[in-house]
């Protein structure tokens, strides 16, 4: 499979390293909006620049966007799915039918197909809520992120005055789930299931006092959580904060019986050194259902939720079966 990259970001770079994991691909280009001169891939694969990205429509299988899902996604994905299959991690969830909607239009336009807000929530994450739904009727999920470097929390940070660099980790109430996982189904608030933890540098002579408080007051990111500020120096955050770790998990606790005698709980976690690395290594598998697809004469945009799991997978249904099932 011939796969390209758009946007050579931490995400993309994150692709680049999973392709060259997985035997079955190749890396023939990246696409980004700088000048293709100021963008060195690590791995040496040429870069052109977006707009010329058509030029090559019969040169390549599929294209990982890898860009951010506030502005680049939207146009981009609808855009390349014209000439493309495509495969994103669109992670607005609230936004996701009318990017669904936008990228089906393209794609049966094109006859292509598309893949959208893949990743490990929206993505991994939602499988898992669905199989729990399914089998566990009569239960409750829960989700819990973290311990993991919020990046929109930490930008958020970095804005106010007085901040010279920042990192925000949301992290789960042990207690929170601890009760999940006993089966008391609990009703949870949003201070209740996690806390945030923030490691600020401030600029010299700054106010720390109304730095703190700016940040515990924050509507939307900070004002319902309980919330603990850390000032650190800038050597102390290059040197113990520099990396992107997150992870997470989905639980399902459901009853079974006719007189629900009978507890079950479904659990899914994951712990990432790296979540763009992650994120990426889900995008390259899914790379590969839609070059499946497109080869089965399947047109249209696609989740997660509706891709058999054996389209991802380099073995074929027959090793699949001896091998796994």
Known sequence: MKIAIAGYGNLGRGVEAAVRKTPDMELVAVFSRRDPTSVKTRTGVPVYKMEDAVKMKDDIDVVILCGGSATDLPEQTPALAEHFNVVDSFDTHAKIPQHFANVD????????VGI???G??????????LLGQAVLPDGKDYTFWGKGVSQGHSDAIRRI????????YTIPVDEAVAKVR???NPELTTREKHTRECFVVAEEGADLAAIENEIKTMPNYFADYDTTVH?????ELKRDHSGIPH?????R????????ENKHLIEFKLTLDSNPEFTSSVLVAYARAAYRLSKEGVSGCKTILDIAPAYIHPQSLDELRRTIL
């Open 253 to 260: 606790s459901g009853l079974t019986g006719l007189e629900n």
């Open 105 to 112: 239009a393209a794609c049966k336009k094109s006859g292509k």
């Open 161 to 168: 005055k007085g901040v010279k660099d920042a990192r925000q």
């Open 231 to 235: 000032f650190i120096s800038e050597e």
């Open 116 to 118: 959208i807000s893949i």
């Open 182 to 184: 006993n089966g008391e």
């Open 247 to 251: 992870g997470g998990m989905v639980l």
């Open 120 to 129: 490990w929530d929206p993505g991994l994450f939602s499988l898992n809520r």
